[in-house]
């Protein structure tokens, strides 16, 4: 592929701005014997293990994006926040504009509320997302839950056997359900509806006071990724989220 597309399939701008940083020598690509600048736009490269520097700053070429995020609490999972920022600002330029055309750059699979935190993945690759949350392919989410009210065993039981919400005669299941401490339940789900840990909870008597996803899958949140910062993710991740033994 000619270098000045292998920038624009990674957002580097448009055709003609990719041209323009290759021409002005703000483009260099690592090679065996180190880094060399290039100014010819139409030289052509491998992309599998290309890693390149674009005014100063180390890339990779990834055919497709598979993020996680640490969602911090005041952000919205939109494009277009109304009132926190979005959660597409704590992303560098390219990943939110990589690909060109109307649906470019990553979309975060899913959504958390804004005052929700926890993992978030986020992805350009469509199959993926669908893959990840459609109800049919059973991606099990667990949540970690502080509730206003005292727990007891009968909520617990509740929440394990099924509620019904308002939007749905048909109740709605925990995977697994745990008291971890009075005001602290863990919750294991599998679909992915409107508030749901909020309105399954309000459901057998309590509130939601803080809220917090601390894996999808295989994936979570226990290697140190801190709040507000990103990173891609492995190939075995991704399969690990796209297989049937993950569901």
Not at 153 to 175: E, T
């Amino acid at each position: 592929m000619q270098l000045q597309d292998i920038l624009f399939s990674q957002g580097f701008g448009t055709r003609r701005i990719c041209c323009g940083l290759v021409q002005q020598g703000l483009v260099k690509v690592e090679e065996s014997s180190g880094l060399r600048i290039c100014t010819d736009p139409t030289e052509t490269f491998t992309e599998e293990g290309l890693m390149f520097h674009v005014q100063g700053e180390r890339w990779a070429y990834h055919e497709r994006a598979y993020l996680m995020v640490h969602k911090p609490a005041g952000f919205e999972c939109s494009q277009k926040p109304s009132t926190y920022p979005s959660v597409y600002t704590l992303l560098p330029g390219p990943l939110r504009t990589r690909g060109g055309g109307a649906a470019a750059g990553v979309q975060a699979v899913g959504r958390l509320d804004q005052d929700t935190t926890g993992l978030l993945l986020m992805s350009d690759d469509g199959k993926f997302i669908h893959r990840l949350t459609s109800p049919r392919h059973h991606v099990p989410k667990v949540y970690e839950v502080q509730v206003k009210h005292p727990l007891d065993a009968k909520q617990v039981d509740r929440l394990l056997a099924g509620v019904v919400l308002d939007d749905d005669p048909k109740p709605v299941k925990a995977q697994a359900c745990s008291a971890e401490g009075e005001f602290h339940l863990k919750l294991t789900l599998t679909e992915g509806k409107y508030h749901q840990v909020k309105r399954m909870v309000a459901a057998v008597g309590n509130r939601v006071e803080a809220l917090h996803r601390s894996s999808v899958g295989v994936l979570s949140l226990n290697d140190g990724l801190m709040p507000g910062h990103w990173r891609w993710l492995t190939r075995e991740e991704v399969a690990s989220l796209t297989t049937k033994t993950s569901a």
